[in-house]
């Protein structure tokens, strides 16, 4: 199994709802990422856990708040969006860094969000 | 800081053309290299890698050579195919430690029957 599944593929949401982004892998990869990306531009990291322990925050709103239950879920729960907030929501995972560094990301299909 | 460069797109091709995507970075130390593919509607997927000078990296096709001396990483594909047309992204590691990826702006190639 070498996939990352996201659920769900599209979620539209008001700006006082509450709603999670979920995630999984059944790799044995020990890092598992968020990346939020914007039309036409790169992916930008929001977050990173390793070994289950959030090891990277790149000062993302704490309207956005992540979870990682065990070693093969991720979930990123959102809570009083805004409509700047809109984008697709990748999940990725890699395996523990080698010697190498060449720290391969296997990324999931995404979370197309919209906050009306 | 380390970043990467690609050449602006949209770059619009015949199949069966020749396919040059420029990529240059700024690294400090011994970085990696990566092309990857975004299909419409899709997450990215690792088309190539190259973890050291001169390596050259090679799949479905495409391929790209690590060059130190230019600090560049150009992806080429001798004929594309209209279901090549997608966005291709140049993207590095360092190897400090972290986990963060660089990406370049992505290039969006379509590719016309």
């Known amino acids: 199994d070498t996939e990352v599944t996201q659920t769900p593929k599209h979620l539209v949401m008001g700006m006082t709802n509450k709603k999670s982004l979920k995630c999984e892998q059944h790799m044995g990869h020990r890092a598992m990422y968020w990346y939020k990306q914007k039309a036409k531009k790169p992916p930008e990291l929001m977050f990173v856990?390793?070994?289950?322990?959030?090891?990277i925050n790149e000062s993302v709103p704490s309207r956005f708040s992540p979870e990682c239950p065990n070693s093969s879920l991720l979930n990123l729960h959102l809570h009083a969006l805004q409509p700047e907030d809109s984008a697709l929501y990748l999940c990725a995972s890699s395996q523990e860094r080698t010697g190498t560094g060449a720290n391969v990301l296997t990324f999931g299909a995404g979370s197309r969000l919209t906050v009306l | 800081g380390d970043s990467v460069t690609q050449m602006e797109g949209p770059v619009t091709l015949s199949e069966e053309a020749f396919l040059t995507i420029n990529c240059t970075y700024t690294a400090t130390g011994y970085p990696s290299l990566f092309w990857y593919v975004q299909y419409p509607g899709e997450g990215l997927q690792l088309l190539l890698k190259a973890t050291k000078a001169d390596d050259k990296g090679s799949n479905k096709g495409f391929e790209a050579t690590y060059r130190k001396e230019t600090t560049s990483f150009h992806l080429e594909k001798g004929s594309v195919q209209v279901s090549d047309s997608a966005v291709y992204f140049c993207a590095l590691t360092v190897t400090s430690g972290t986990y963060k990826y660089i990406f370049g702006t992505g290039t969006r190639l379509k590719v016309l029957a």
């Open positions: 856990y390793s070994y289950e322990k959030l090891s």
